[in-house]
Each structure stands twice: as structure tokens, then as C-alpha cells.
């Protein structure tokens, strides 16, 4: 039996009893619902649905309109999970009054529990103005896909003590800005320790090591789907690709030589109306 979904309460209180936040992405019906039965507390239907689902080689060309059509799909098959929106790029850069009308979007339409947001000092404007608006929103600093042109790729943050000082800046910023939980991609656990330490919100990771209140990872990584490149940070808990490809080659075999389909997979005439019908036909 699923558990009921947590709230945001119940989300402070397992960071609280020093219990760890589970936390998967999903992108369709069928894998939300194994998150659901799994016991996951929360799942994010990322942006990376861009790279994972749609075979686009980043996050930047995916739009508001794929991101709530998967969310849909999504708050169907997990009702018992914590469903967090991420934001696409160019759904709340322009102004505060466009974050939030697309904010808003993701729970009038999708019913998510929450929206995330790329950024930290330079969003804060963004993070205050959604909250203001009654929605949950989750932070995300350190490695942040969306504006990966400027950080020169998909590329580690904080790694000297220069940097590691302006991702705990965004960190701050984050909080201070209304945020209620905060991510923190490809960070030095070092670093992540230090932010967990001063921050009161949750501190999830992704890549940013274990001294925080919860884990996540992108699902396709997780079950050996996506095949593209594989970030130092993941996991591979089994190898769905290989299973499906050899059930696809399987298929082809046996249909090329006739094993497929045999009579358990045939439907049955009704008895005698075989012979009744060539008759009928000789007439
Ligand atoms: N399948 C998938 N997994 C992810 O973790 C992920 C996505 N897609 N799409 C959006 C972003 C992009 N992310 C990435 C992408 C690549 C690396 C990566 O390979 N980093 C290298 C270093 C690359 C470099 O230094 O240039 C590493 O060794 O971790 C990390 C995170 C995280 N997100
Ligand atoms: C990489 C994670 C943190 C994300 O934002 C996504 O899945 O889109
Ligand atoms: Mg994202």
C-alpha cells in the first residue's frame, strides 16, 4: 500500500528527524506510478525530459507546453508523491510577472506541488514574487543545465574556495528570497556540507555528496535508459536499455522465422465454423 502523499510540513519533518528525502525524476504515467508503488516521497518532472525523452542535447529548446503535458501525465500515475514542476528556460527570466503567470500554469493545469528554478543571487526577484503567489518553489544552484552556455558545459561548481563561496551566496540568496526547499547540482560534498550547516530549508543534492536532507537523480540514469553520457554523479541501478533491446531482438527473430505468433496468441473459431465458412465460400 502507498503511503500518503507528504505535504510540505511533512517534508520539514523528516529534515527534522534527520530522515532522507527521496527524490526521482519522472517524465510519463507508467514510471510516475513505479515512484508512487516504490515509496518515493517526491518526484520532479524535469526539464531533462528535453535531453532524456525528446533526444535534444540540452534543456534550453523544451517548452512550457511539454513541460506541463508530462507533468499532467505524471500527478496521474503518482498521486501519492510530492510533484514538483521544473521551470523551462524562458518561462521566468523576463520578468517576475512571467514567472509567475507560468508558475501558476504548472498547478492550474498539472496540479504539481511545487515548481524549481535555476539560479541564486540573480533570481531572487523571481523566487520572492512566485512565493508571494502562494506556490511552493524549490531552488536549484551550483551546476544549473539552463544557463550551461555561460558556465562553459555541464561542468562541476564551486571547486575553489572563490567559487565555493559564491555558491554558498546563492544559497543564502535562495533562502533568504522565500525558497522552501533548495537543490544544489555537482557541488563538492564539502561545500554542500557547509550550505546544509548554515541553511534552515531542506538541502537536497544531486551530485553535491551525502551531508544533506535528501537525494536525487534523474530516472533514466538511474535504470540504464539514457545512453547519451553519464555524469560522475550517477548511479546505474540496473540496465533497462539492454534488457529492451534484447526483448526487440528477440521479437525479430522469432517473427523472421515463424515462432511468432504460434497458437497461444491466436484466436480461436467458434467449433465447426471453419467448415461452415470455406463451404459458404465454395457456394
Ligand atoms: N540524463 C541526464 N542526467 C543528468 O544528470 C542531467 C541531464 N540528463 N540533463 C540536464 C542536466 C545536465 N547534467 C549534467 C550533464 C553532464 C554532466 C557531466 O558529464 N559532467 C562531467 C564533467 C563534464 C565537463 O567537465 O565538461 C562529469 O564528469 O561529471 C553532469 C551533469 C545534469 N542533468
Ligand atoms: C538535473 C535536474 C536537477 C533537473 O533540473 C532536471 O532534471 O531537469
Ligand atoms: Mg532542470
Not at 520532479?44 to 513541460?67: E, F, I, K
Request: net charge negative; charged share 25%.
Amino acid at each position: 500500500m502507498a503511503k500518503k502523499k507528504p505535504s510540505i510540513f511533512d517534508l520539514y519533518q523528516m529534515k527534522e528527524k534527520g530522515e532522507q528525502i527521496t527524490w526521482l525524476t519522472s517524465y510519463d504515467y507508467p514510471t510516475a506510478s513505479f515512484c508512487d508503488e516504490a515509496g518515493m516521497d517526491m518526484i520532479l518532472v524535469g526539464d531533462s525530459l528535453g535531453m532524456c525523452v525528446y533526444g535534444y542535447n540540452g534543456t534550453v529548446p523544451v517548452t512550457m507546453d511539454q513541460c506541463i503535458v508530462h507533468c499532467e501525465a505524471v500527478r496521474r500515475g503518482a498521486p501519492h508523491c510530492f510533484v514538483v514542476g521544473d521551470m523551462p528556460f524562458l518561462s521566468y527570466q523576463a520578468s517576475d510577472e512571467q514567472a509567475v503567470l507560468n508558475a501558476g500554469r504548472f498547478l492550474k493545469e498539472a496540479d504539481v506541488d511545487a515548481i524549481k528554478l535555476e539560479g541564486g543571487v540573480r533570481i531572487t526577484s523571481r523566487i520572492r514574487a512566485i512565493t508571494d503567489a502562494g506556490i511552493n518553489v524549490i531552488g536549484h544552484i551550483g551546476l544549473t543545465p539552463q544557463s550551461s552556455g555561460q558556465l562553459g558545459g555541464h561542468k562541476a561548481q564551486g571547486r575553489t574556495a572563490e567559487t565555493a563561496k559564491l555558491v554558498l551566496e546563492d544559497a543564502l540568496a535562495v533562502q533568504e528570497a522565500g525558497a522552501k526547499m533548495l537543490l544544489v547540482e555537482a557541488v563538492p560534498p564539502e561545500v554542500t556540507k557547509y550550505i546544509h550547516q548554515k541553511l534552515d530549508i531542506p538541502v537536497l543534492s544531486i551530485g553535491a555528496g551525502p551531508h544533506c536532507d535528501g537525494q536525487l537523480l534523474i530516472v533514466s540514469d538511474l535504470i540504464g535508459q539514457f545512453q547519451a553520457f553519464t555524469p560522475k554523479f550517477v548511479k546505474k541501478y540496473c540496465n533497462v536499455a539492454e534488457v529492451i533491446t534484447n526483448a526487440m531482438k528477440e521479437y525479430c527473430d522469432e517473427v523472421r522465422n515463424h515462432k511468432f505468433p504460434n497458437d497461444d496468441y491466436c484466436y480461436k473459431m467458434v467449433k465447426g465454423e471453419e467448415e461452415k465458412f470455406l463451404k459458404m465460400m465454395e457456394d
